[in-house]
């Protein structure tokens, strides 16, 4: 192979090694970081109901506590539409032989992970703009993002409150903290929009402190009969996300659905309809922290490692070839005419 050839090719070679490199960094990596569009996730959760569970009418076992339960999240993307994907958030409630399914759907950015518009006839939660089941790989550690809750069907902001470790990995939290009136057509049919007043009554020595002081006898006189009854939503949700991958390795939730009604004027509350917090079982937390090491390592390798390697074999190639021609003669010695000898015969 002639010299010439020779560096031909070298150049041909390093400007593809550079255009791969480029393409692997901006083209594949950001691909790599979108939402898949076959996540199918299920993660289970360890759960205490500590609740006061209204038995409405039947006053001797109105108040339960302690019974151990279990969850089960599922999310799974159905389908995508460019960069919009249609995500099931499937959560069953499993209480000894009796299992209470809740599913939700919502529409998101598959890169930012925001709620956004619906594909045409697909009908989703009103999350647009709010996280509500995935945070975004390289979080940011500040107060901007929002939450959408679909117990009460409102969006709170969400609070940075630091970083931790899970699994030998770095984690951004967050903070979550919803109150707010029950709108979810779900959890809300079975209660009733109403008590009767003698229940309220005889209910009245296990409410808490304002609720008794409040319900004086004149105060539960003056109420209509039978009593109207509103709910009220309070969450506290802590998210351990995995600063890399957006993965939630961790997360804690407390949820209370409280009933209240209003007593000369003054919105009150009488007791919760249930009060329960649950947290990621061990397993489920190991089981996320791998899919969290697998995902950061093929995310380093296509951000990082790969276009490094490329370019830097692309800056040898070229660095070997521009060796090679300061290193070559300009004609071999024994071509060159001698000092004052004719170069005719």
Do not use: C, W
């Not at 339960?69 to 995500?87: E, M």
């Not at 967050?174 to 809300?188: F, G, M, Q």
């Not at 002081?213 to 709910?231: E, K």
């Not at 390592?297 to 830097?312: F, G």
């Amino acid at each position: 192979m002639s010299a010439h050839r020779s560096s031909t090719v070298l150049i041909t070679v390093a400007v593809v090694l550079v255009a791969v490199a480029t393409v692997v960094r901006f083209v594949l990596a950001p691909n790599a970081t979108k939402l898949p569009d076959d996540t199918d996730q299920t993660v289970h959760y360890a759960m205490m109901l500590d609740s006061k569970a209204l038995q409405f009418g039947d006053t001797a076992h109105a108040l339960k506590s302690g019974i151990p339960i279990t969850v089960d999240r599922r999310l799974q993307i159905t389908s995508t539409h460019g960069d919009t994907a249609v995500l099931k958030d499937a959560t069953t409630i499993h209480l000894g032989k009796q299992s209470l399914p809740s599913v939700k759907t919502y529409a998101l950015d598959r890169e930012s992970r925001r709620g956004t518009s619906p594909p045409a006839s697909k009908s989703v939660e009103p999350s647009r703009g709010a996280l509500s089941s995935a945070f975004p790989p390289d979080a940011a550690q500040d107060n901007s993002y929002r939450y959408y809750d679909s117990l009460t069907r409102s969006i709170v902001p969400i609070r940075y409150t630091g970083t931790a470790k899970r699994e030998g990995r770095a984690v951004n939290v967050y903070t979550i903290t919803v109150s707010a009136p029950v709108k979810d057509p779900a959890v809300l049919k079975p209660l009733p929009p109403a008590l009767p007043k003698r229940l309220v009554t005889k209910l009245r020595p296990e409410l808490g402190s304002t609720a008794r002081a409040r319900l004086t006898p004149a105060a539960l006189s003056a109420l209509p009969n039978p009593v109207p009854i509103a709910y009220q939503g309070r969450s506290t949700l802590v998210a351990y996300i995995d600063q890399q991958t957006g993965i939630a390795i961790d997360q804690t939730v407390s949820r209370t659905v409280v009933a209240s009604t209003t007593v000369g004027d003054e919105p009150t509350s009488l007791m919760p309809v249930s009060s329960f917090t649950f947290g990621v079982t061990p397993a489920s937390v190991r089981e996320l922290g791998d899919k969290a090491d697998s995902a950061g390592l093929l995310l380093t390798l296509l951000t990082d490692v790969t276009p490094l390697v490329l370019l830097a074999v692309a800056a040898l190639l070229l660095i070997h070839l521009l060796q090679r021609r300061t290193r070559r003669p300009d004609a071999p010695a024994s071509q060159k005419p001698a000092l004052g000898e004719s170069t005719t015969t």
